[in-house]
């Protein structure tokens, strides 16, 4: 979606607001929010790659208006209603409904260390055959999907260098909305500064983005 | 132009737990109507009243955890230790141990640049959100700096999760246009014949910069050389400190 989460070469955005000796949450509710969401989503009902989408579709002057985890608030309440592990009704009564079942949580106390060493699965899987091979010119394919994409704008249509092959990854255009995993590889894509911003760009400036097979085509 | 926390700073006084879980609520609804993802809310969301950020957020927080610790969907004693885990146990110190090893032990650079998560379990640093580390070595001729346009990727088991200015929108617009303006900012002066490197972490590779071990600092042990490798260093807006201090912020 060309939402305006995605950033990247968008002007005027102000200075850096840099913050010296920065606590790591800057109220409790950060943390809270933080740590719902992971203890949230380790019940399985949504992806890495959905939660991402869940911000991208807040309304740009929202977005661009609140703070970091106030996205997550917001996104959060309308998760737990729309994946069905709390009903509008919960919500509005801040109660169980009556006669509703108890879940079992899925992450406890006990169990939060080996659920932070739980990640992504291995980027191996010989069955998948890479599209492409490291030093071949690629170009980005010009798509302006309206769902959740990883390829940002400003390097569509561009031309650039496979720098490495990283191996296999699920496909989070098709993840985030449950249409399958559609793993393929990533690659590291060297681009010229110049070729993504024309010639007042420094020719010793190169920008790396990661990118699955099906952002890419030859040249 | 500064996005405040205005809604965290919110002075409002606290309204009964019904009325702030049903603001959100509404809130949440009215976003979610302009996705296709979550239309099925469109309908609902005209039955509440509108409200498009919310206020009172820390209580709306607690209230919704307090449901969702009813329901049995969460243990509030994981909340716990999970916040503790990053508040405590996870941070840039993890990394700077990386970065200080690598320093002073060839064999565990080399390792290093060559699998990194490999040889950053080695020092027993394990967790979500680094599987797939990426170690970029900067150089005389040769300045790495990472950033994620599209929201916030950062390799939380070596730097912890990253600060506010990392994830707002001024680095994430300018760091890919405009890298040499963006160190210039931090006080970095990277000279014309130096190759500027950036990293957008597009996938779920993570990316930590190795960063120049500074001059004169042949006789400091490992110990002493990890308190020079700041945060910023090994995200690549600041250069590691020199002894004595300076260098980095």
């Known amino acids: ?219 | 132009m500064e996005y405040n926390r205005s809604v965290a700073k919110s002075k409002k006084p606290p309204v009964g737990r019904r009325g702030f879980i049903k603001g959100v609520a509404a809130g949440a609804a009215a976003v979610a109507a302009n996705s296709p993802l979550t239309a099925a809310q469109e309908s609902t969301a005209h039955d509440h009243e509108h409200q498009a950020v919310p206020s009172d957020v820390a209580l709306r927080v607690k209230a919704l955890e307090s449901l969702l610790v009813e329901k049995g969907l969460v243990d509030a004693a994981a909340l716990d230790a999970l916040v503790d885990t990053f508040e405590h146990k996870v941070g840039p110190r993890n990394g700077a141990r990386v970065v200080a090893r690598a320093w002073v032990d060839p064999a565990y650079k080399k390792r290093l640049l060559q699998n990194a998560p490999a040889a950053i379990a080695e020092l027993g640093y394990t967790s979500g959100q680094g599987e797939h580390m990426v170690v970029l070595e900067n150089a005389t001729k040769v300045h790495n700096m990472v950033v994620c346009t599209l929201c916030s990727c950062y390799p939380w088991p070596v730097l912890g999760l990253p600060p506010v200015w990392y994830k707002s929108a001024p680095y994430r617009s300018r760091a890919v246009i405009d890298p040499r303006g963006v160190l210039k900012e931090f006080g970095v002066e990277v000279q014309d014949d130096v190759e500027v490197r950036v990293w957008d972490s597009t996938a779920e590779l993570r990316y930590l910069v190795l960063p120049e071990r500074p001059a004169g600092t042949e006789k400091m042990t490992e110990e002493q050389l990890a308190e020079l490798v700041t945060r910023d260093s090994m995200i690549g807006v600041a250069k590691a400190t020199r002894p004595g201090g300076g260098g980095s912020k």
């Open chain 1, 1 to 219: 979606m060309n939402g305006v989460h995605d950033l990247g070469g968008i002007q005027n955005m102000g200075p850096i607001q840099y913050e010296k000796n920065e606590p790591v949450f800057h109220a409790p509710w950060e943390g809270r929010i933080y740590a719902l969401n992971r203890a949230v989503r380790a019940l399985r009902k949504w992806s890495l790659d959905t939660d991402r989408y869940g911000l991208e579709v807040l309304p740009p002057a929202d977005y661009l208006r609140m703070s970091y985890y106030e996205r997550w608030v917001v996104r959060m309440f309308a998760q737990v209603v729309q994946f069905g592990l709390v009903s509008q009704h919960e919500i509005e009564t801040g109660k169980p409904d009556a006669g509703s079942a108890k879940a079992t949580p899925a992450l406890t106390a006990s169990m939060s260390s080996r659920f932070l060493n739980r990640g992504i699965p291995p980027g191996n899987d010989p069955n998948v055959r890479p599209l492409f091979k490291v030093g071949q010119r690629v170009r980005a394919r010009n798509i302006n999907p309206t769902h959740h994409t990883r390829l940002p704008r400003y390097a569509r249509g561009k031309t650039g260098t496979i720098l490495r092959d990283h191996g296999v990854y699920i496909f989070p255009d098709t993840n985030a909305h449950f249409l399958g995993e559609k793993r393929q590889h990533v690659y590291s894509v060297r681009f010229a500064a110049r070729e993504l911003w024309g010639e007042s760009a420094s020719p010793r400036d190169f920008v790396h983005l990661d990118m699955w097979d099906d952002y890419l085509e030859r040249v």
